[in-house]
């Protein structure tokens, strides 16, 4: 079965119950930002190598939880999704958990570090697009949508700040000039 089927050589796709949107259209723009997470997020589970890490398996989580956020905004009406509702409560038991564990932050750091740190702190600002972009559907998607991208930022932050203080490597910090 081949993969390409034509239909969107116009400029035109389908959500879920067929209706069809211009690819511009602001769902379609936060249905493809979900996916470009999903995919840095692969990218930073790349770069850890222990499979039994507490963050490479939180982060496969959540790339599930990504696909389920993509296919609802992917209808043209609200579709629940309290199979997530526990998810912001976790996430912030986890950055809770994990800071406790980091040196206190005082200042604004820059992005980087490690390899996997340094693409969790590319995974947290397409978190931040992804939010931006479903802000705009807000009176048409589950508000559970934006508090779970809201918080899974916070996450990726704190992920990456861990995954560095693993690494030993220093934070670099933010100096005004």
């Not at 993509?70 to 579709?79: D, I, Q, V």
């Not at 570090?113 to 998607?141: D, F, M, P």
Request: some cysteine; hydrophobic content about 35%; aromatic content about 8%.
């Amino acid at each position: 079965m081949a993969i390409y089927t034509r239909k969107g050589d116009k400029g035109k796709t389908s959500l879920f119950d067929g209706t069809k949107v211009s690819k511009n259209d602001p769902r379609i723009n936060a249905v493809g930002t979900i996916d470009e997470l999903n995919s840095v997020i692969g990218i930073a589970i790349a770069q850890i190598p222990n499979p039994k890490s507490q963050i490479r398996k939180e982060l496969e989580e959540i790339q599930n939880d990504l696909f389920e956020i993509g296919g609802a905004l992917a209808f043209p009406y609200k579709t629940p999704l309290e199979q997530l509702e526990h998810r912001p409560g976790e996430f912030e038991e986890l950055i809770d958990k994990l800071t406790e564990k980091l040196p206190e932050l005082s200042d604004f750091i820059l992005p980087g570090g490690g390899r996997a740190g340094s693409y969790l702190h590319l995974a947290r600002t397409v978190c931040r697009r992804a939010e931006r972009s479903t802000v705009q559907l807000s009176n048409k998607i589950d508000p559970l949508i934006l508090i779970y991208l809201n918080r899974l930022s916070d996450l990726l932050f704190t992920f990456a700040r861990f995954e560095n203080f693993k690494e030993k490597k220093k934070e670099k910090i933010w100096r005004k000039r």
